[in-house]
């Protein structure tokens, strides 16, 4: 892949997810909150990232956490007020961060004005800005859609005789994106945040916006089986990625473009070619980072990631940038999935590849796997389909930032439990440690920053041994490769042909042997290369 000079902020960047629930409590109820996040600021900045998303703020009676919002242009009071978001805002600048918020379009809160007004009669002026619909023929739901978080898409409402849909909890009505008047009010709550100085948006579920006109049923997934979610039963064929959304996707990218340098990050899960159509045209683009799990929903070994690497760089239109995350707020904690060693190759993978990342709140503390007793779980999805282990409160629990009581989270028990090694495992400690994850991550990010290679250089899989990946970075004169060792013994690399093997940069291990060629045991390598540009 070409190396790339004209680049703007979010293609330098790596943006950092706060999920604020679980960042920073300031008035000891236990729940994090904007005043929190304010006084977290100089971490964020000495973290050495770029760019803040914040989960959603707004006003929600938090059936899921805030996915569900019942005003768009308000914060909820749990979190803060306008005028506390003014002021973070302007903190954030004031450090050279960015902020992205989290907008989410495909539905509102069943409390949101706009839905109490929908399902107040059939012919309210609103009743077209959630998507009802009559009962099947047997007087069952108008069709066979299923809900993410398992049972039926629909929900009946009694009162005015019809079904509306929810793609997730019956609390979440999915929105009539085909109506122009819903559209124009999406507009103007994003004219709202942009005229405030946010400087873009991390868009929820994007792909879902818009369903087939016709609703016919979907089509049955032959592969599912028991264990795999109920969602998964069927192939969301008609229910998501419709023509239309891209149009709308289109209207969003004119709408932020019109601001200047903002960015719109999509939630997407789709394979490689139906992915790449959200970055639009150039003429016509769309989003400008639509979401890559790819290193979140695949094995961890070096052929699995491989081959997705070259198929995800392969698929991108000459014009698309690429981003990859290895973690959130719906995802298991990569620690917690390939374990610790492991999880600073993975840390050494996110902050080299080509392409934007996104980091996750308390990966840079390698926070691994947490208890949860089954009666403080919170999260909706777990509760609905508990047998199925798939529940996210393990992901979200508070950040630890020392060995305080709470461990300076919060004066009060938490909404979620600490991770079990808190004591240990929190921000003061691993500052002092400079063999810490946390200065790890500093490292990685600071040299990503000074690094054009890194940052903007041309991407090259090299061959490797089994269980080794590596690749090229270079721009100008700066020639790096990069050896990852995911295996548990040492493994032989081959300096790429025609260059010399240079200086260590860093090692994902505290002392490196690595210029003898060979990685050891679970090491992960960045050099610099010479000769040959
Ligand atoms: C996205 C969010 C997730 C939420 C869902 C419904 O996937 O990341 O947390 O539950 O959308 O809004």
Redesign the pocket.
């Known amino acids: 892949m070409a190396e790339r000079r004209d680049t703007p902020w979010w293609e330098r960047g790596v943006i950092y997810q706060i999920y604020p629930r679980s960042f920073q409590d300031s008035n000891g109820d236990g729940i994090g909150d904007l005043a929190g996040v304010i006084a977290r600021l100089d971490y964020v900045a000495q973290l050495g990232v770029d760019a803040i998303w914040l989960s959603p703020i707004f006003p929600s009676p938090m059936a ?1 956490f805030g ?1 569900d919002v019942a005003d768009y242009c308000g914060i909820e009071p749990l979190f803060g007020d306008l005028a506390t978001f003014d002021r973070l805002i302007s903190e954030i600048h004031a450090r050279g961060l960015k902020l992205l918020l989290d907008f ?1 379009p495909n ?1 509102s809160s069943d409390q949101h004005p706009w839905f109490i007004e929908s399902r107040s009669s059939r012919d309210n002026p609103k009743r077209d800005w959630y998507i009802w619909r009559d009962a099947g023929a047997d007087g069952g739901p108008p069709n066979n859609w299923i809900s993410d978080f398992g049972g039926s898409s629909w929900e009946w409402d009694e009162a005015t005789g019809q079904y509306y849909l929810h793609a ?1 909890l019956k609390e ?1 009505p999915d929105l009539n994106w085909r109506n122009p008047e819903l559209r124009a009010a999406m507009s103007d709550v994003l004219r709202f945040w942009l005229d405030r100085g946010v400087d873009g948006f991390r868009i ?2 994007i792909w879902h916006m818009v369903k087939h006109e016709a609703f016919p049923d979907n089509p049955l997934n032959p592969a599912w089986t028991p264990e795999v979610r109920e969602r998964d039963k069927l192939i969301q064929l008609h229910s998501t990625d419709q023509p239309e959304a891209h149009t709308i996707s289109a209207e969003m990218r004119r709408l932020a473009d019109s601001y200047g340098d903002r960015v719109l990050v999509g ?1 997407i899960f789709l394979p490689n070619d139906r992915h790449a159509k959200w970055y639009g045209t150039p003429e016509q683009p769309q989003v400008h980072l639509p979401f890559n799990f790819q290193l979140i929903e695949n094995p961890w070994d070096a052929a699995s990631l491989r081959q997705i690497i070259a198929d995800y760089e392969g698929s991108l239109p000459a014009f698309g940038w690429p981003n990859w995350v290895i973690g ?3 995802a298991p904690r990569i620690a917690a999935r390939i374990g610790e060693a492991q999880a600073r190759v993975a840390a050494m993978l996110l902050l080299t590849l080509r392409g934007t990342p996104t980091l996750y709140q308390g990966d840079e503390l390698g926070i691994g796997e947490v208890t949860i007793p089954p009666e403080r779980m919170r999260d909706p ?1 777990h509760l609905r389909e508990p047998e199925r282990g798939i529940g996210r409160d393990r992901s979200r629990t508070p950040m630890p930032w020392n060995d305080a009581p709470f461990a300076g989270f919060s004066t009060a028990e938490p909404w979620l439990p600490l991770n079990d090694d808190w004591r240990a495992r929190n921000v003061a400690a691993q500052s002092a440690d400079e063999h810490s994850m946390l200065r790890f991550y500093q490292k990685l990010l600071a040299l990503r920053r000074s690094s054009p290679a890194l940052t903007i250089g041309s991407f090259t899989l090299t061959d490797a041994e089994d269980e080794v990946l590596s690749y090229i970075r270079q721009a100008g004169d700066e020639t790096l490769l990069i050896v990852l060792n995911l295996s548990s013994q040492a493994r032989g690399f081959a300096t790429p042909h025609g260059y010399g093997l240079g200086d260590t940069i860093a090692s994902t291990l505290a002392k490196s042997d690595a210029t003898t060629g060979t990685v050891a045991a679970d090491e992960g390598v960045i050099f610099r290369l010479t000769g040959k540009h």
Do not use: R
Request: hydrophobic share 25%.
């Open positions: 899921d996915y989410v539905h997730f979440q929820d579920v939630e959130s707020h719906d999805q």
